[in-house]
């Protein structure tokens, strides 16, 4: 197939239902995205977000998810995907691949009173390969469209949107692949950079005094680029002193103790900012760490409701392993096939403190999940508790933190950054016991990995 031609024999075959394009319904094409998870999740290139908090990205006008089509417009071998639209231009009706095959959709946007950057920006959950895709623009003047090879930016840059709007200030857009490659369009959006979001939440709310204390921005992200600067303001005087270049994290030893209203802020690759606060107790405590390079500095697998049957037990494991570690060469491997419909794994460690003492204790740690969407989703299980975990009832009576394993939306396993601080007094046996696992709810195979287990155990304030 000539892919110079294709674009203008398919711009004769589509320019006659240019006319009747976005006209008809001007208002559909600036509905909000369906959901803010999907506008934050997976776009290619982002950093992932590390917690399932909705980061609402700035300026929603002139945006649209791959799903907000304009059905007035011409389409062809798309699929709707949680994440936006699939573009499948080998798909022949059949099965059979179809090697001169074409997909498109197309966008229009509202653009009444805008007079920003004269740029189109599309973001792809799963790009097409480089040249095979174009970006058709709907050039009213000369009634024609305008044919754009995709750059690799997906950034279109245009000398003037004037041409391409119609008289109701409204840009008719069509995606267009080629090739044999399936790709995934999640948004498109004119205008300028949007701002980047920062994001402290995977930073504890306690530090032990005179101890390494992890700084976390990893939650932060850019939705139209990447975060080039994160600088912290250590003592909350509006200077942000502490510079960590491109690093998204960076520990940092507090003292004296005290109560710290930390800054954090992030800067994009255009030079756009914004700021994010946390409020951190730094006091005389018990801090434990384990990266899993040298074994499992004394956390130990366990688990629950494994048992089918009489001499019956579904598959799990958990191990150290190298398949995937978020720090050196090991992290902790957990997976199972679910039979159950509740099995629970985990590990735990036991810390020796005073009898009958009230303790805050937070457990940070970077969670691996490859679970993008709804099915299959598990929850994470993370607690303190004053005796032995060793059951189902024994975790589920304890109020452990509960949070489903979804990671955003990203292809493949993605590092999570997680926190929890919990109040829990010690018995009569001065045992705490801290656990990180996650718990079967859908009936499933499932794999994760956990790395890095900082835990700070302090007097409760
Ligand atoms: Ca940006
Ligand atoms: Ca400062
Ligand atoms: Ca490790
Ligand atoms: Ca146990």
């Known amino acids: 197939m000539d892919l110079h031609k294709t674009p203008l024999v398919i711009g004769l075959l589509l320019s006659v239902c240019l006319a009747a394009a976005c006209a008809t319904s001007p208002d559909s094409a600036i509905d909000a995205p369906q959901t803010l998870s999907t506008v934050q999740a997976g776009v290619q290139g982002f950093a992932p977000p590390s917690t399932l908090e909705p980061v609402p990205p700035p300026d929603l006008r002139r945006y649209l998810t791959g799903m907000d089509i304009d059905f007035t417009l011409p389409y062809n071998n798309q699929w709707f995907i949680p994440q936006g639209v699939q573009l499948e231009p080998a798909w022949d009706g059949i099965t059979l691949i179809d090697f001169a095959g074409l997909a498109y959709v197309g966008y229009s946007f509202d653009l009444a009173g805008y007079e920003g950057r004269s740029r189109l920006q599309l973001g792809w959950y799963d790009p097409p390969p480089l040249k095979t895709a174009w970006v058709g623009l709907a050039n009213w003047g000369l009634d024609r469209w305008d044919w754009l090879a995709l750059p690799p930016s997906a950034n279109v840059e245009l000398d003037s949107l004037e041409p391409y709007l119609n008289s109701e200030d409204c840009l008719s857009t069509i995606v267009l692949a080629t090739g044999t490659t399936e790709s995934e369009l999640h948004w498109l959006r004119v205008g300028d950079n949007l701002k980047p979001c920062a994001n402290m939440s995977g930073t504890a709310d306690i530090a032990v005094l005179g101890q390494p204390f992890t700084l976390s921005a990893l939650s932060s992200l850019d939705l139209d680029g990447t975060l080039a600067l994160y600088e912290w303001d250590i003592d909350g005087d509006g200077e942000y002193e502490l510079n960590a270049g491109d690093a998204a994290q960076i520990e940092h030893v507090f ?34 760490f384990a990266g899993f390079e040298t074994g499992w ?12 049957g009489l001499g019956d037990e579904i598959y799990w494991e958990i191990d150290l392993s190298t398949k995937l570690p978020f720090s050196g060469t090991h992290s902790v491997w957990l997976t199972a096939d679910n039979r159950t419909d509740a099995c629970k794994l985990w590990v735990e460690k036991r810390f020796n403190l005073a009898p009958d003492t009230a303790y805050t204790v937070n457990i940070s740690y970077k969670f691996a999940s490859e679970i993008g969407g709804e099915i299959g989703t598990w929850t994470i299980i993370a607690g303190a508790m004053n005796a032995d975990p060793e059951t189902g009832y024994d975790i589920f009576d304890q109020g452990l933190n ?41 009936e499933v195979w499932q794999t994760y990995y956990i790395d890095d287990i900082t835990v700070q155990i302090v007097p409760a304030g």
């Open 255 to 288: 003292e004296p103790a005290g109560e710290y209203h930390v800054g954090l802020r992030v800067t994009d690759d255009m030079g756009a900012t914004d700021i994010d606060f946390k409020d951190i107790a730094v006091s005389e405590g018990i801090y434990d």
């Open 402 to 442: 509960r949070e489903w394993t979804y990671n955003g939306g990203v292809p493949g396993f993605t590092w999570l950054d997680k926190t929890y601080t919990m109040d829990v007094t010690t018995g009569a046996a001065g045992e705490l016991y801290l656990l990180a696992g996650v718990w079967g709810v859908f």
């Open 297 to 308: 500095q004394g956390w130990a697998p366990d688990v629950a409701d494994v048992i089918v």
